[in-house]
Each structure stands twice: as structure tokens, then as C-alpha cells.
């Protein structure tokens, strides 16, 4: 059964940092891109970052560039988002989605096959 599992949500002052995890299992993991989507109270799901897990390319939305790192380990099927310099306006729910096709690394929710359940991020002082 595909599953993806969020961890590493929690409260960090402005400034911090925090590390979220995926783990990802029930399919090839070689041949997908993982997205990191955020979603916060009365706003619409936005796309964060993208890696293919198969060469470890990324890209960025232009609000996180610079702050944020995707990194995946393959041997543990397990993707980070690697949150610095964290602001007030990064506080939300934070997904990891999986897309069976490899060719792009978009960010729009919909292109997107399957869903963790989420992690809390909240940065506040």
C-alpha cells in the first residue's frame, strides 16, 4: 500500500530552523517526484518544493528560495525539506505528495498522485 508519512512539524521562533521528513514506501520510489506543499488557515494549498528522486534535481517557489533545501536518501526512501531563516508567513500545515511521473518538477497541487496527512509548522515568538 503507498503511503507517505510527514514528521518534524513543530513551534520554532523567527529565524529558526526545522527539518521535515517523508517517508515514503509501497512504490518504486526511484521513479518519483516528491513534492512539499503548505497549506495555511483560509489560504489554498501552495506548492514549496519539488526533487526527483532519481537524479535529486530540484526547484523552488520564489517565497522559500535560498531558505529552503529538498535532499532525499534513497537507501531509506525518506525526503527532507530543510527549513532555515523560517518566518511568521511560513506557518502552516506542511504535506509531502508523490507524482508518478518523473519528467517536470511542478508544483501545482493537482498534478500530484498521493498525500501524507501533514505536519504542523508554526513560527512564531
Known amino acids: 500500500q503507498l503511503q507517505l508519512v510527514e514528521s518534524g512539524g513543530g513551534l520554532v521562533q523567527p529565524g529558526g530552523s526545522l527539518r521535515l521528513s517523508c517517508a515514503v514506501s509501497?512504490?518504486?520510489?526511484?521513479?518519483?517526484?516528491i513534492g512539499w506543499f503548505r497549506q495555511a488557515p483560509g489560504k489554498e494549498r501552495e506548492g514549496v518544493s519539488s526533487?526527483?528522486?532519481?537524479?535529486?534535481?530540484?526547484y523552488y517557489a520564489d517565497s522559500v528560495k535560498g531558505r529552503f533545501t529538498a535532499s532525499r536518501d534513497n537507501a531509506d526512501n525518506t525526503v527532507y525539506l530543510q527549513m532555515n531563516r523560517l518566518k511568521p508567513e511560513d506557518t502552516a500545515v506542511y504535506y509531502c505528495?508523490?507524482?508518478?511521473?518523473?519528467?517536470?518538477?511542478?508544483?501545482?497541487?493537482?498534478?500530484?498522485?498521493?498525500w501524507g496527512q501533514g505536519t504542523q509548522v508554526t513560527v512564531s515568538s
Open positions: 526533487i526527483r528522486i532519481s537524479d535529486g534535481g530540484t
Open positions: 509501497g512504490f518504486a520510489f526511484n521513479y518519483y517526484v
Open positions: 505528495a508523490a507524482r508518478s511521473s518523473d519528467y517536470d518538477l511542478p508544483l501545482h497541487p493537482s498534478l500530484y498522485n498521493y
